[in-house]
T-cell receptor, first 115, second 112 residues
Framework: EAGVAQSPRYKIIEKRQSVAFWCNPI?????LYWYQQILGQGPKLLIQ????????DSQLPKDRFSAERLKGVDSTLKIQPAKLEDSAVYLC?????????????FGNGTRLTVT | KQEVTQIPAALSVPEGENLVLNCSFT??????LQWFRQDPGKGLTSLLL???SQREQTSGRLNASLDKSSGRSTLYIAASQPGDSATYLC???????????WGAGTKLIIKP
């Protein structure tokens, strides 16, 4: 089965610019997650979708970050405007369901550098 | 608030040695604990998942143990190989909000 696809792999922008990341989950996976992983730290959940509805966005900085999952398949994560501290790897993951036993499958991530 | 700690942050051992990676957590009210592997420039791959009622799980050369009462888990790797070089992360799922709380990982280097 094809894995979780993310693009782009790398992105370099200046602070105050905007950027968007794209994720295509494994076919049939209802749950989609966006994580932020700062160098040397574990991933931090930004948002969790169940189909096209938001389950948890409590740690999403809503003044600058937004995410959508139209039609319950692909998802985009946007940052506008970017800050230096947004430099991180943005990981997308999907699972068959949001259940606690449903394993997460991760994409390779997008490495964002904000200068 | 749950906190997950992995010590050491980095570990280098010669090929063929058996080794143990540590994970500790502050709140014993967990649903399960998972160990993941992350290769450079890649996402995370799930290795082992231990339910709160279990003591250990095994997969090939990997064995993960869980002591919920003391807030500790270990990942044992037998007969280490250069291909085992990666960062290993543990993540704890709480038994109330079911969120995954992650450790910062241990970067493992196996020297040929």
């Amino acid at each position: 089965e094809a894995g979780v696809a993310q693009s782009p792999r790398y992105k370099i922008i200046e602070k105050r610019q905007s950027v968007a990341f794209w994720c295509n989950p494994i076919s049939g996976h209802a749950t989609l997650y966006w994580y932020q992983q700062i160098l040397g730290q574990g991933p931090k959940l930004l948002i969790q979708f169940q189909n096209n509805g938001v389950v948890d966005d409590s740690q999403l900085p809503k003044d600058r970050f937004s995410a959508e999952r139209l039609k319950g398949v692909d998802s985009t994560l946007k940052i506008q405007p970017a800050k230096l501290e947004d430099s991180a790897v943005y990981l997308c993951a999907s699972s068959l369901s949001g259940g606690t036993l449903s394993p997460l499958h991760f994409g390779n991530g997008t490495r964002l550098t904000v200068t | 608030k749950q906190e997950v700690t992995q010590i050491p942050a980095a570990l280098s051992v010669p090929e063929g040695e058996n080794l143990v990676l540590n994970c500790s957590f502050t709140d014993s009210a967990i649903y399960n604990l998972q160990w993941f592997r992350q290769d450079p420039g890649k996402g995370l791959t799930s290795l082992l998942l231990i339910q709160s009622s279990q003591r250990e799980q095994t997969s090939g050369r990997l064995n993960a143990s869980l002591d919920k009462s003391s807030g500790r888990s270990t990942l044992y790797i037998a007969a280490s190989q250069p291909g085992d070089s990666a960062t290993y992360l543990c993540a704890v799922r709480g038994d109330s909000n079911y969120q995954l709380i992650w450790g910062a990982g241990t970067k493992l280097i196996i020297k040929p």
